[in-house]
């Protein structure tokens, strides 16, 4: 039966730490899950088990954690990965198959080969675990009847989802919605996973689309860490799910901004000032129209308040565009009350400082020019 409610696989223990240079070490991982935990997210992919036996006892410590999410083992598909993920004590695996052309030429496989090891791997699997999901590497370039055949086997040799990725991320929503509307006509009972990367910039476009289209659950990262130009961004799909109204489970979104920057203490990968929700820059207002309005509602130029992802407050900044209200909203906060010609004075000396420095004013500065005109 379909779930009704669409759900989250979060996979920046395995794919997030795919990025180039990215390392996580036990605590950080422990940490990561954690906090992920805190937000809710249902299902943490946390290791690829035939890294070794300290990729092992990692994911080992992660299931000792007893939290409420499932553990996932990433695995090829060869029995020594499902037998590394039965020793690590993961609750479920996603055995990973080429479905491409473009990808079984370059591992020097068939079709026949995938639907072949699919009757071997899927029961061995099987007796190992209660939970076997099965994976379509480059589902968007493959040819859609080998892809249907694909996941029908899967699903008839007892597969509980199928995870559908966009591995180098050429996909549109429109695409996205065509290959879901058309998987879940075929399969209307299955349960799809859409795996979606960034490379085109539209894994998030195209994660809401899934969900939208038939698919049950997004697998992303914290902050869109990953390969290349990274993964769908979980706290931007949840957000996302959110504003959307698609039914989800109960989500914490005040964790999100916490867990966003430890995520990018751990990895050493900062973010970007303009990154949606997350970014210094997502809550904050320097033009004179949006300050004004900002000033009497958030919401007018704020999709919601960013209290609600644990921001503690929108930043007003002072810059080449401030306008009147939120210089004078400034310096009233300060017990300063400005005519309109002190006004005027420092407005102009802001945009002198922000047009011959260009940056951002910080509030020592804005007051720095106070002083200097009048005191």
């Given at each position: ?10 996979t ?34 946390i ?42 004590g ?24 995938v ?12 007796n ?17 009847p ?11 040799l ?15 929503p ?29 894994a ?14 997004i ?5 869109g ?19 959307a ?16 920057q ?9 973010l ?10 997502a ?20 999709p ?12 007003i ?59």
């Amino acid at each position: 039966m379909v779930k009704e409610r669409k759900y989250l696989v979060d996979t920046t223990l395995r794919d997030g730490e795919q990025a180039p240079g990215v390392v996580f070490f036990q605590p950080d991982k422990l940490e990561i899950a954690a906090k992920l935990d805190a937000l809710g997210i249902e299902e943490l992919e946390i290791g690829t088990p035939a890294m070794g036996d300290e990729e092992v006892a990692d994911m080992q410590a992660i299931v000792a954690m007893k939290r409420g999410f499932i553990s996932i083992a990433w695995c090829r598909a060869m029995k020594y990965d499902i037998d590394m993920a039965e020793k690590s004590g993961v609750d479920a695996v996603n055995i990973s198959f080429p479905v491409s052309h473009l990808h079984l030429m370059a591992m020097d496989k068939s079709p026949a080969w995938v639907l072949d090891s699919m009757d071997y791997l899927l029961p061995y699997a099987l007796n190992k675990f209660d939970r076997v999901y099965i994976g379509a590497q480059d589902a968007s370039r493959a040819e859609y009847p080998f892809l249907q055949s694909f996941v029908e086997k899967a699903f008839n040799l007892g597969a509980e989802r199928v995870r559908i990725a966009d591995t180098v991320g050429v996909m549109n929503p429109v695409m996205v919605s065509e290959l879901f509307g058309s998987l879940r006509e075929t399969f209307p009972s299955g349960d799809f996973e859409f795996h979606p990367h960034n490379d085109l910039g539209m894994a998030t476009a195209n994660a809401i689309t899934a969900l939208m289209s038939g698919a049950n659950s997004i697998s992303g990262t914290v902050n869109g860490l990953g390969e290349r130009a990274g993964n769908a961004a979980i706290e931007e799909v949840v957000m996302g799910m959110n504003q959307a109204l698609i039914p989800s489970g109960p989500y914490n979104f005040s964790v999100i901004s916490e867990l966003s920057q430890l995520v990018a203490e751990r990895s050493n990968i900062q973010l970007h000032p303009s990154k949606p929700i997350v970014g210094e820059n997502a809550f904050s207002h320097e033009t004179g129209i949006h300050t004004r309005c900002i000033l009497k509602n958030k919401l007018t130029y704020q999709p919601f308040d960013e209290s609600v992802v644990g921001k503690k407050q929108n930043r007003i900044v002072f810059g080449k565009h401030s306008g009147k209200a939120s210089v004078e909203s400034f310096f009233k906060d300060r017990g300063i009350i400005l005519n309109s010609i002190q006004l005027m004075m420092i407005m102009r000396g802001i945009r002198d400082i922000a047009m011959s420095t260009r940056t951002i004013l910080s509030d020592n500065h804005v007051m720095n020019v106070y002083h200097n005109l009048f005191t």
